[in-house]
Nanobody
């Protein structure tokens, strides 16, 4: 009924930038909070950033000032602009969205690797 698909991951050198996208499709009336989470090998999944339908944002402490989350409600898409990337940002980044009347959904994730 609802699918989230991430794109934009890849390999980048430390100090570089990447832009991730996550598009929601299916039976959607509206979407509440959307967000990005990440998980590196041997580490717990952690919050990267969230954004409400009205544009209010929240960031994890480790990415604050470097990453920017945004969304296009007409396209049911959320973005994550990642600047000044560090090797410790290496992880699988997954998109999450709360679909009105349905609940929370996760994408399959996209790999981001930052080399030193």
């Amino acid at each position: 009924q609802v699918q989230l698909v991430e794109s934009g991951g890849g390999l980048v050198q430390a100090g570089g930038s990447l832009r991730l996208s996550c598009a929601a499709s299916g039976s959607i009336v509206s979407i509440g909070v959307m967000g990005w989470y990440r998980q590196a090998p041997g580490k717990q999944r952690e919050l990267v950033a969230t954004i409400t339908s009205g544009g209010r944002t929240n960031y994890g402490e480790s990415v604050k000032g470097r990453f920017t989350i945004s969304r296009d409600n007409a396209k049911n898409t959320v973005y994550l602009q990642m600047n000044s990337l560090k090797p410790e940002d290496t992880a699988v980044y997954s998109c999450n969205a709360f679909i009105a009347l349905r609940g929370g959904y996760w994408g399959r994730g996209t790999q981001v690797t930052v080399s030193s």
